[in-house]
């Protein structure tokens, strides 16, 4: 069995505010969010390794890309850090199995949803592919389900795990906390969150025939609005469509091509 197992940050137990997530220079907060970070990730991995998975990757996806604390990461699989990069799943091919999400948010204007944005949470506002409103979730289901791997499971907050539902329709989630604001949530205890992961993503390996992929039509239409008519101009000088002051279209050809403006 092959697992992609890709991460993020703002939906992991314990997080609810923008300093837990992006503000490097406070340290303190950082540490403690890596932490609780790599507990739920090593969770995962229990239960994949539990079901005899000979062939893991795990992506840490979020802002710049090294978000795992080195001391604490399990030897059994292999790791992608860092940045730039030229697409969001390196490695991701159709001999895997299945992917599985851990720690994700909301899309960008989601109503009481924890740090809810769509990839640049100062600069994009809306996003569509052929017409279907998504954020990150969804642009992970269309890669993946490009190279035909299911996306099985999705830990983040309420509004994260029924973006995922609603989308997805079949694919196991747990939600770790509910939203009363961007920045303010009811909790559930770190270890109950880990626990709940790892029954669950049991769970869905067990049952893993029965999650579909995601299918997108390619060539696809790529829409995106930001917050100023100043990225749009520059989007639309780099080739980009322009739609009115700030949306912009375009097409992408591969799956690599749509988060790129």
């Excluded at 996806?61 to 992608?80: Q, S």
């Excluded at 100023?228 to 639309?236: I, K, V, Y």
Aim: hydrophobic fraction near 40%; aromatic fraction near 10%.
């Amino acid at each position: 069995m092959k697992v992609y197992i890709e991460t993020d940050l703002e939906g992991i137990s314990g997080i609810v505010l923008r300093k837990q997530a992006w503000n490097l220079e406070d340290r303190e907060y950082i540490v403690q969010s890596r932490q609780y970070l790599m507990k739920e990730v090593n969770a995962v991995l229990d239960a994949v390794y539990s079901f005899g998975a000979e062939d893991v990757i795990v992506n840490d996806c979020h802002y710049e890309g090294f978000n795992m604390v080195l001391e604490e990461m399990d030897l059994r699989p292999d790791y992608i850090q860092g940045i730039p990069r030229d697409k969001l799943l390196y490695g991701l091919d159709e001999s895997f199995d299945a992917i599985i999400l851990v720690g994700f948010h909301a899309m960008s204007g989601t109503k009481k949803a924890i740090l809810d944005h769509t990839m640049k949470h100062d600069k994009w506002i809306r996003y569509w592919i052929n017409g279907l409103e998504m954020g990150e979730i969804g642009q992970i289901s269309v890669m993946a389900g490009y190279y035909d791997v299911p996306v099985i499971f999705v830990s983040g907050d309420m509004a994260a795990v029924n973006e995922a539902e609603n989308l997805l329709k079949n694919v196991e989630t747990v939600s770790v906390k509910k939203a009363f604001s961007r920045t303010c949530a009811q909790l559930i205890h770190p270890q109950k969150a880990r626990d709940l992961i790892k029954s669950s993503v049991k769970k869905a390996l067990k049952n893993i025939e029965q999650y579909k992929p995601f299918k997108t039509k390619f060539p696809a239409e790529v829409k995106l609005e930001v917050v100023s008519s100043e990225m749009a101009d520059e989007m639309e000088f780099n080739g980009a469509e322009r739609i009115n002051a700030r949306t912009v279209k375009k097409v992408a050809n591969l799956p690599k091509d749509i988060v790129k403006f």
